[in-house]
């Protein structure tokens, strides 16, 4: 057994591709198969299940997976400390919804980087259901997600939550609706909404804020496209407050939001793995990066910047502030 050979299995696992994992690692896709093939001899079971679509990870592939990677990393770690020039990168695939990325998901990859300079990070805008499906079957190591507070989660994941908040509307600092210190939902009706693509959570949301909504002129995948949208003027959109509070785009001067009249519903971040697999060093410093950065804002990130707000606004906001994490 070679170490070469569970690299060239991890990348097919990542990628689901014999041709894509040849390219990145700079071998003939023939030599690479090859190379897997004796591998499964060599363990005396089959780990790729091959098509005409791609490669995934059969049973046997996905329960020895953890280990092929814990034994890369130790390799790492062996040559890291014998001082070798190692080029072999190893990758950490988080899976996100792209939600609060300012308060938390760039400072947590941030800090990771500090104690891992040889690991990359590979961060993959997803919907909730691929997130789920890729954490199960290997391809995301962890994943980032919404839910609504009555939400059920997969048994079959540990789910920690990391940050609660509410939906807000989400306008440019010159819409009419800006001058409002909370939006009706029934104001929604009469303004061009841009919707999160179906599967994500805000769109469900939207749906259950509205009943039958309008058609929507718009779709976005995901929130930070959404804020991009509502700052050049193409309309509204609704979020957590999470993601939006100090984002560039706020602190720019361009966008805004205000919260949703008599509505009461709790959004929550959360950050989820398989619990069937025992997690790498890498893979587990980094849930536990994001689950310490979390608790860290306790004070939150979320609370609103009063400086600009009414007295009667900044009132509103104080008795409505919740801890940022469940206690």
Same mark, same amino acid.
Request: hydrophobic share 40%.
């Given at each position: 057994?070679?170490? /070469?050979?569970?690299?060239? $299995?991890? @990348?097919?696992? =990542?990628? !689901?591709?014999?041709?894509?994992? %040849?390219?990145?690692?700079?071998?003939?896709?023939?030599?690479?198969?090859?190379?897997?093939?004796?591998?499964?001899? /060599?363990?005396?079971?089959? $780990?790729? @299940?091959?098509? =005409?679509? !791609?490669?995934?990870?059969?049973? %046997?592939?996905?329960?020895?997976?953890?280990?092929?990677?814990?034994?890369?990393?130790?390799?790492?770690?062996?040559?890291?400390?014998?001082?070798?020039?190692?080029?072999?990168? =190893?990758?950490?695939?988080?899976g996100t919804v792209t939600t609060a990325t300012v308060p938390l998901l760039t400072p947590s990859i941030r800090e990771f980087r500090q104690s891992h300079a040889m690991t990359q990070v590979e961060v993959v805008v997803a919907q909730q259901d691929q997130i789920h499906n890729g954490i199960l079957s290997g391809s995301f190591d962890l994943g980032l997600v919404n839910y609504l507070e009555d939400d059920d989660v997969p048994p079959e994941l540990e789910t920690t939550t990391l940050l609660r908040g509410r939906p807000v509307v989400c306008m440019r600092v010159d819409s009419p609706l800006a001058a409002h210190e909370m939006v009706q939902a029934i104001e929604l009706r009469s303004e061009p909404l841009i919707a999160m693509r179906s599967g994500y959570l805000m769109r469900r949301y939207i749906h259950r804020l509205l009943g039958q909504p309008p058609a929507f002129p718009y779709a976005a995948d995901g929130a930070e496209m959404g804020k991009l949208m509502v700052a050049?003027?193409?309309?509204?959109?609704?979020?957590?407050?999470?993601?939006?509070?100090?984002?560039?785009?706020?602190?720019?001067?361009?966008?805004?939001?205000?919260?949703?009249?008599?509505?009461?519903?709790?959004?929550?971040?959360?950050?989820?793995?398989?619990?069937?697999?025992?997690?790498?060093?890498?893979?587990?410093?980094?849930?536990?990066?994001?689950?310490e950065r979390a608790r860290a804002t306790r004070h939150w990130h979320q609370r609103p910047r009063q400086d600009h707000l009414s007295p009667l606004h900044q009132k509103h906001h104080t008795d409505l502030e919740r801890p940022s994490i469940p206690t």
């Open positions: 057994m070679r170490i /070469e050979q569970l690299e060239y $299995l991890a @990348e097919v696992a =990542r990628l !689901g591709s014999f041709r894509r994992a %040849a390219e990145e690692m700079h071998i003939s896709q023939p030599a690479l198969s090859e190379s897997i093939r004796s591998l499964e001899r /060599e363990l005396g079971v089959d $780990l790729l @299940e091959r098509g =005409r679509h !791609g490669a995934t990870l059969k049973d %046997a592939g996905q329960e020895l997976l953890p280990h092929i990677r814990a034994v890369l990393e130790s390799v790492d770690r062996l040559r890291q400390a014998a001082g070798e020039q190692y080029r072999s990168i =190893r990758v950490v695939r988080l050049e003027g193409l309309g509204l959109t609704v979020l957590p407050d999470f993601s939006v509070h100090d984002d560039p785009l706020e602190q720019r001067g361009l966008i805004t939001w205000r919260p949703i009249a008599d509505d009461s519903t709790q959004v929550k971040l959360v950050i989820q793995r398989a619990r069937s697999r025992t997690p790498t060093r890498a893979v587990g410093d980094m849930h536990r990066i994001f689950v």
